[in-house]
């Protein structure tokens, strides 16, 4: 066994391989990849393979320099579901330079300085799609719908379009919605797809449901008070469509759902799955909505340690009272 499978992160946590958890969640992402490629044609395709392709090309290149791995070792596999979740993050029309930049700040800098795979405290697919929202906020406007949605359509891969003003997602239907037939970002939109993804997950054992579970209720429970915030109304008018347009399952599956990035306690994970609903819901009025979705994640995994600590902690002290009191 190779330096680097002792000491990736998910065997602290769970019996089951490094190679295995990320085969089964290439496998999950497999639906969302499907419908994005059917909707958005060609150019979805050729940004989903750039992204990957690009995203093992710099780990391997970073790992190499630095002498963490050698030609014997086990192929990385983690880099290709971390360059798919990045290109499901992105708009259809998105340029392959600014794909590569999110590639190279999600695979150099978030994880490799950290000490490569599983060593990472931040989800690098998270972290690279929220910098190039936050550092070129036009390149990441790339919405295509109507007629200029070609399947064919190859331009937007090399020449920046003009920014595309988000849609009013309450105009579509529900069919739509749960479908992914709108506009939206290539791999989040189709509902349906993202919720078999997490069934999958949960049946191979590769998914912690307490974030993501925690998550999704905080949303739906504390909406209502959101509302206030951002129209002074008291109600549940909208929650549905923001649910199912936002990518807020995409990210509770895929992202609050990661063994490595966080916490694997029970407790720990549904207080950071509250945590991040919260934020995710005080930050929306006055955020982008990539950014107030995606930045509370990133908070979460900077926590995910210190709930973990803390969790642990408690657990212990409450085991030793039960010992004192029977004694």
Do not use: W
């Amino acid at each position: 066994m190779s330096l680097d499978q002792r000491q990736l992160a998910p065997f602290i946590h769970t019996e089951k391989s490094a190679p295995y958890i990320y085969m089964t969640l290439l496998a999950s992402l497999v639906p969302c990849v499907v419908c994005g490629i059917f909707y958005y044609g060609l150019r979805a395709a050729i940004l989903i393979l750039f992204c990957m392709v690009t995203f093992v090309l710099s780990d391997n290149f970073c790992s190499r320099i630095t002498g963490r791995r050698k030609g014997e070792d086990y192929f990385d596999v983690s880099s290709l579901v971390e360059g798919l979740l990045l290109a499901l993050l992105l708009p259809p029309d998105t340029t392959l330079l600014t794909a590569l930049v999110a590639v190279l700040f999600a695979s150099v800098i978030t994880k490799q300085v950290f000490g490569g795979a599983g060593s990472n405290i931040l989800n690098p697919a998270c972290a690279g799609r929220l910098f190039i929202e936050l550092v070129m906020p036009s390149s990441t406007q790339g919405f295509a719908y109507g007629e200029v949605n070609s399947r064919f359509s190859l331009v937007s891969l090399v020449v920046q379009g003009e920014p595309v003003e988000i849609p009013d997602y309450t105009q579509f239907s529900f069919s739509e919605l749960i479908s992914g037939n709108y506009p939206g970002l290539i791999g989040t939109a189709c509902f349906i797809c993202v919720i078999i993804g997490g069934v999958y997950l949960t049946l191979k054992g590769t998914m912690r449901l307490y974030s993501p579970v925690s998550y999704i209720f905080t949303l739906l429970t504390l909406y209502p008070f959101y509302r206030i915030i951002e129209t002074k109304t008291f109600g549940f008018d909208g929650m549905l469509v923001y649910l199912l347009s936002s990518g807020a399952v995409f990210v509770a599956v895929f992202l609050l759902g990661d063994m490595t990035t966080m916490p694997s306690r029970f407790t720990s994970g549904v207080f950071a799955g509250v945590l991040c609903g919260i934020l995710t819901l005080i930050t929306k009025p006055f955020l982008s909505p990539v950014v107030s979705l995606l930045a509370p994640v990133l908070a979460i995994n900077f926590l995910a340690f210190v709930l973990d600590f803390f969790s642990k902690t408690l657990s212990r002290r409450k085991n030793r009272s039960r010992e004192a009191d029977v004694s």
